[in-house]
């Protein structure tokens, strides 16, 4: 899942196959990659 940075949709885009990085919604050219909300435990040693 991504994030288009101009109409704040989220875009879901498999990169292998897209031959072009657009959102369908509004045609912007840059996407930010969804993260989790639950933070990763590391456990130290």
Known sequence: MYKCL???R???IELKTAK???CPYC???ILTKMRP???KKVIAR
């Open 6 to 8: 101009s109409c704040r």
């Open 10 to 12: 989220e875009v879901n």
């Open 27 to 29: 045609g912007y050219r």
């Open 20 to 22: 072009k990085i657009i």
């Open 37 to 39: 909300k639950i933070p």
